[in-house]
């Protein structure tokens, strides 16, 4: 997952992986974040590396 569209071209030009990055889907922070907020729930966005974000989806009756 990429914070955004502008990150996501950025990393693939640094590190060579622009074709990667065109056969496959790679969500976006905002992207989820608009999903999550049309299904009533809550993201939190973790990011672990350059690539890997851990995301947490709750429910309405799961926001503590």
């Known amino acids: 997952m990429f914070e955004s569209e502008e990150e996501k071209r950025r990393i693939s030009e640094e590190d060579d992986i622009t074709e990667e990055i065109k056969d496959e889907y790679f969500a976006t922070f905002e992207g989820l974040r608009k999903i999550c907020e049309k299904l009533g729930m809550e993201c939190r966005f973790e990011r672990a590396n ?5 995301t947490e989806m709750l429910t309405p009756d799961r926001k503590d």
């Not at 350059?50 to 851990?54: F, T």
């Open 50 to 54: 350059r690539y890997v974000w851990i």
